[in-house]
């Protein structure tokens, strides 16, 4: 059996039952999935030493705690400093046209949506959205060309008008 192959058979082997495990430790069933994927990373990373380990499951296990505890701290430093710097501010706009908008803008292809972000909402030029998106500032130019139509034909007078319709 390849060494590479043995981090595939212990992590058939024992993901759930680490999961589980570092789920009690978290409490956090996504965080434990976290870790535990962290610690098999670790472990491809090096499959001739884990390969070679005694018990593989007890050291992911303690490579997962490390990983949880570590993300933990960090998490808690984090929250100290925001706590200082007092309530976050308000960014996100609430109102009926904007919801509308941003469903709108999901519907678009990944490169309109990007290019009509960076350039409309972010305020980038033209020239910076191409070095952002790695693409010339042609390609920025017909993206946001056929994202504003898309939109325009997405988001309709109608539409926008039913939104902000309000009724007592």
């Known amino acids: 059996m390849s060494r590479e192959s043995v981090v595939g058979e212990v992590y ?16 956090d069933l996504n965080e434990a999935q976290e870790a535990v994927q962290e610690a098999f990373i670790r472990a491809l990373n090096s499959p001739r030493r884990f390969a070679d380990l005694d018990n593989p499951e007890a050291w992911l296990r303690r490579v997962a705690v490390n990983v949880a505890r570590s993300r ?43 290019a009509l972000a960076l350039h409309y909402l972010a305020d980038l030029p033209v020239d910076e959205v191409a070095r952002s998106l790695g693409v010339s ?32």
């Open 12 to 27: 058939s082997g024992c993901f759930r039952r680490l999961v589980v495990q570092l789920y009690a430790v978290t409490g």
């Open 72 to 114: 933990h701290r960090r998490r808690r430093t984090l929250d100290t400093l925001l706590r200082r710097l007092g309530p976050p501010p308000v960014v996100a706009d609430m109102s009926p046209d904007h919801v509308a908008l941003m469903t709108a803008m999901r519907a678009l292809p990944l490169g309109q949506r990007h």
């Open 137 to 168: 500032a042609g390609t920025v130019k017909s993206r946001l060309s056929r994202g504003r139509r898309a939109l325009a034909l997405l988001l309709t007078d109608s539409t926008l008008a039913g939104s902000t319709d309000v009724r007592s």
